[in-house]
């Protein structure tokens, strides 16, 4: 419980508000000596206080839950420091514009790291008119097989979700592609630049 809505967080974000502990309190309707006790690590805000606490500080319920403060500094979107997430139950990829807290099916998803291409995991790109034909010489088993292959430009993204016993193979405009990644459901997240 030691990453449960920590004092430590409600008080940088509250001070970061120029707020005192009686405005808070007032926000979230408890006395200000509620909010004494959860930053000093007294206590903890019920469950049902989570959401309007999250609300008056300008906070996701993720990011409050988490204990982290997280914010986008990102502000011009580069593409190419984007980040990739994958959820273990449902399978969904979630891709961003910079760091962000995700979560999906319950769980709070890691950013996924991208190493460089293995002979295993070797991502072929072949240029046919103006696409670019991407293949991954790869099992394509429910056990063991290439989840999806994206290009990230200067300004987008293009992601085709693969699926097993298909191919992986996928083809992309050719505009501006800086990075081609290919995820294993195994061994995860390759990359090679252009």
């Not at 839950?65 to 190419?80: A, Y």
């Not at 890691?110 to 046919?128: F, S």
Request: charged letters at 25%; aromatic letters at 8%; glycine letters at 6%.
């Amino acid at each position: 419980m030691d990453k449960y809505v920590t004092g430590a967080v409600i008080r940088k974000l509250r001070e970061n508000k120029k707020m005192t502990q009686e405005e808070l309190a007032g926000k979230v309707f408890v006395s200000s000596k509620a909010v004494s006790k959860w930053e000093t690590g007294q206590g903890f805000p019920d469950v049902s206080l989570i959401e309007p606490l999250a609300k008056a500080l300008d906070i996701s319920v993720i990011e409050l839950l988490s204990g982290e403060d997280i914010r986008n500094l990102n502000r011009s979107s580069n593409m190419t420091k984007g980040r990739f997430y994958v959820c273990p139950v449902c399978g969904n990829v979630i891709s961003t514009t910079g760091e962000t807290v995700v979560s999906c099916c319950g769980i709070t998803l890691p950013p996924l790291e991208p190493e460089d291409c293995d002979t295993e995991h070797e991502i072929r790109i072949e240029k046919v008119e103006d696409e670019y034909y991407v293949t991954v010489s790869h099992p394509m088993t429910k056990d063991h097989h290439i989840s999806f292959l994206a290009a990230v430009s200067d300004h987008g993204i293009q992601l085709v979700k693969l699926y097993p016993e298909g191919n992986a193979e996928a083809r992309f405009r050719i505009d501006c592609i800086r990075k081609m990644y290919a995820y294993c459901n195994r061994h995860g997240l390759f990359m090679v630049k252009m």
